[in-house]
T-cell receptor, first 112, second 116 residues
């Protein structure tokens, strides 16, 4: 069945460092791919999405490109801030059944 | 615009007791989801409604869990009887339902259930 695998955390970075959180998926068909974020004490919220191959989603300085050839959707940010400290979840929704599957989440700590 | 509302926020029960959670989605959202999130894991879809019809409940433990969405708006999720392994955060989410593959889901704050 469909699945999402993301890098284990926690990831600890200093402010202004470059961030990459890896995400790979297994799915038949043409899923949409998402990154959701959960800030401390808050609910899950959409960070960005991409709905077809080679699409790039972007928001708040974060980017991720839908790579069908490598079945990946890695999250990147050029310069992280303390306020980016959160748990990041990669997810997909597939055309067969419209079920959304989440990865296990990656916790990011950014130090000042 | 009001967000997804859930209640209660916290619940502690003993095993074999029953519990119910309530969710009010964003007005006008046709699709409603219930997820179970165990500590350290990502959310797992339990059931998905489109208006008041069930789209997917393949991961709902139907011997103890039930859910309904009356009149295509509010929803309740019930567990009866609860087991220790049901301790988790139960998340409700909703989406417009126009494109169920690419729709953004809006999440409520969740209900943290502890079964002792």
């Amino acid at each position: 069945g469909d699945s999402v695998t993301q890098m284990e955390g926690p990831v600890t970075l200093s402010e202004e460092a470059f961030l990459t959180i890896n995400c790979t998926y297994t799915a038949t068909g043409y899923p949409s791919l998402f990154w959701y974020v959960q800030y401390p004490g808050e609910g899950l919220q959409l960070l960005l999405k991409a709905t077809k191959a080679d699409d790039k989603g972007s928001n708040k300085g974060f980017e991720a490109t839908y790579r069908k050839e490598t079945t990946s959707f890695h999250l990147e940010k050029g310069s992280v801030q303390v306020s980016d400290s959160a748990v990041y979840f990669c997810a997909l929704t597939n055309t067969g059944g419209f079920k959304t599957i989440f990865g296990a989440g990656t916790r990011l700590f950014v130090k000042a | 615009e009001a967000g997804v509302a859930q209640s209660p926020r916290y619940k502690i029960i003993e095993k074999r007791q029953s519990v119910a959670f309530w969710c009010n989605p964003i007005s006008g959202h046709a699709t409603l989801y219930w997820y179970q999130q165990i500590l350290g894991q990502g959310p797992k879809l339990l059931i998905q409604f489109q208006n008041n019809g069930v789209v997917d409940d393949s991961q709902l433990p139907k011997d103890r869990f039930s859910a309904e969405r009356l009149k295509g708006v509010d929803s309740t999720l019930k567990i009866q009887p609860a087991k220790l392994e049901d301790s988790a955060v139960y998340l409700c989410a909703s989406s417009l339902g126009w494109d169920r593959v690419s729709d953004e889901q809006y999440f409520g704050p969740g209900t943290r259930l502890t079964v002792t």
